[in-house]
């Protein structure tokens, strides 16, 4: 892991991500994908499936919709806690400025 890399578009460190669990911009999602892999599978107990590509981002809604079809999926499996973690992400997005 490079620990210089930063974000160009908004300056985010991978210090910082590391340390906050939080994006500056959507395009951290870009540039960070490997670390925030990372931390869904160690903090939130699932690790993305390859047949997914949930941060690749086109748009400011796709990152939202992944997560509400992920949201979907962990309620199927009555992952409770999962679910409950995603459901706090997409209201973090819907409440954030950037609308990511």
Do not use: W
Request: glycine fraction near 4%.
């Amino acid at each position: 892991m490079n620990s210089d890399r930063i974000c160009v578009n908004c300056g985010t460190s991978i210090a910082e991500l590391l340390s906050r669990h939080r994006v500056g911009c959507k395009e951290c999602y870009v540039v960070f994908r490997s670390e925030i892999a990372e931390i869904l599978r160690r903090e939130q107990g699932f690790s993305l499936r390859p047949t997914h590509s949930p941060l690749t981002v086109t748009d400011g809604e796709s990152i939202r919709d992944h997560l509400e079809t992920l949201l979907s999926e962990a309620i199927s499996r009555e992952e409770y806690e999962i679910a409950a973690k995603l459901r706090d992400q997409i209201n973090a997005l819907k409440r954030s400025p950037s609308n990511v």
